[in-house]
């Protein structure tokens, strides 16, 4: 991965772990962006591109999904004080908020018992939707699903050689990511969710504490290795990387855990 996009990966990462940090308190786009030595214009580009939506809307979003938990957990809290601890002046502020983000009012969610979701919407680029069956979140799902699976193991990929690929064509380059895609979605069980965590870097998180699940999942990712896949007439072949790792750790932070998967890669390509 080159340094530019580690750069904004990294960014990326800061933002994501200052406003998890903050959701309970004022959170404006300048604080962040000063946080993560950025501009506010250059942290708004890279989350339209990354999760198509803006800081202040992600932040909504956040706070809206730790409200719904809130509310399934304690059935008596009342909606006033939740208003209040996630910023909003008003009953009536937070109730719009809250139906933007889960389509209905909080009562109305409450007395639904819906149960909690990682979020109402999935944003899935367009030609990765066409492309690839399965379901895939976006990184502004990734941290109650993180917290989850706590004890789940991850299984991290990337493409051996893009370079000579991207050398062909940029669009070959493209077609690479999105058949190292297709086959870890293939190697993956139902509910293991594949996601980006890089230009050509890849994580499977599982839904499963067994080491040995991962190590299969993985077996069956890399057992394609060498496997051409087809772009405009030619034939080009495709190696992956590929390592597991289990995240230990209580608390979580997007820079640690990127950064470990990140180690598990590199690993994998000694």
Same mark, same amino acid.
């Given at each position: ?7 904004? +990966?990294? @960014? !990326?990462?800061?933002? !994501?772990?200052?406003?998890? &940090?903050?959701?309970? #308190?004022?959170? *404006? ?5 000063? %946080? ?5 214009? $250059? +942290? ?13 809307? %992600?932040?909504? *979003? ?7 938990? #809130?509310?399934?957990?304690? /059935? ?5 004080? +939740? ?8 009953? #009536?502020?937070? @109730? *719009? ?8 009012? /909080? ?10 979701? +990682? ?5 899935? /680029?367009?030609? #990765? =939707? ?6 895939? @979140? ?16 991850? @299984?991290?990929?990337?493409?051996? $050689? ?46 499963? /504490? ?15 290795? $060498? =496997? ?5 007439? !030619?034939?080009?072949? !495709? ?14 932070? %997007?820079? =640690?855990?990127? &950064? ?11």
């Amino acid at each position: 991965m080159g340094n530019q996009s580690v750069g904004k +990966l990294e @960014v !990326l990462m800061d933002a !994501l772990d200052y406003i998890e &940090a903050h959701l309970k #308190e004022e959170i *404006r786009t300048e604080q962040v962006a000063d %946080y993560c030595y950025c501009s506010k214009s $250059g +942290l708004e580009k890279l989350f339209r591109n990354v999760n198509h939506l803006s800081v202040h809307d %992600y932040v909504i *979003r956040r706070r809206m999904s730790l409200a719904a938990r #809130e509310l399934l957990a304690d /059935p008596g809290a009342r909606l006033i004080d +939740l208003a209040v601890a996630y910023g909003y002046g008003s009953h #009536e502020a937070f @109730v *719009r908020a809250f139906r933007q983000v889960w389509g209905v009012t /909080p009562s109305e969610y409450r007395r639904e018992r819906r149960g909690f979701e +990682l979020f109402p919407r999935l944003t899935v /680029p367009p030609e #990765e =939707e066409r492309i690839m069956g399965k379901k895939h @979140v976006d990184i502004t799902e990734l941290y109650d699903l993180f917290r989850q699976r706590q004890d789940c193991w991850f @299984v991290c990929c990337d493409i051996q $050689g893009l370079i000579p690929i991207n050398d062909i064509s940029h669009r070959a380059g493209d077609a690479a990511i999105l058949e190292s895609l297709r086959r870890m979605n293939d190697a993956a069980g139902e509910e293991d969710v594949v996601f980006r965590i890089g230009g050509d870097e890849f994580a499977l998180l599982t839904a499963s /504490p067994d080491r040995a699940y991962a190590e299969g999942v993985c077996g069956r990712i890399l057992a394609h290795n $060498g =496997e051409c896949f087809a772009w405009e007439g !030619l034939e080009i072949p !495709l190696t992956l990387y590929g390592g597991i790792v289990r995240w230990d750790k209580r608390n979580l932070r %997007y820079s =640690e855990l990127f &950064a470990g998967l990140q180690q598990v890669i590199d690993g994998s390509k000694e």
